[in-house]
């Protein structure tokens, strides 16, 4: 994944929200239909 491709979002306080681990990440269109996963990680 290059520099570009990265994104960085502050995680909630709450550790419980989403534990550390791989994830994929999908976007839904208006119509409901989802994009082409994406896997990252949090740590």
């Known amino acids: 994944m290059s ?3 990265r994104r960085t979002r502050a995680r909630s306080r709450d550790s419980g929200v989403a534990v ?3 994830y994929m ?3 839904v269109d208006a119509n ?3 994009s082409v996963s994406t896997t990252i990680r949090i740590h």
């Open 32 to 34: 409901g239909v989802p």
């Open 20 to 22: 550390p681990g791989y």
């Open 3 to 5: 520099a570009a491709e």
């Open 25 to 27: 990440l999908f976007a």
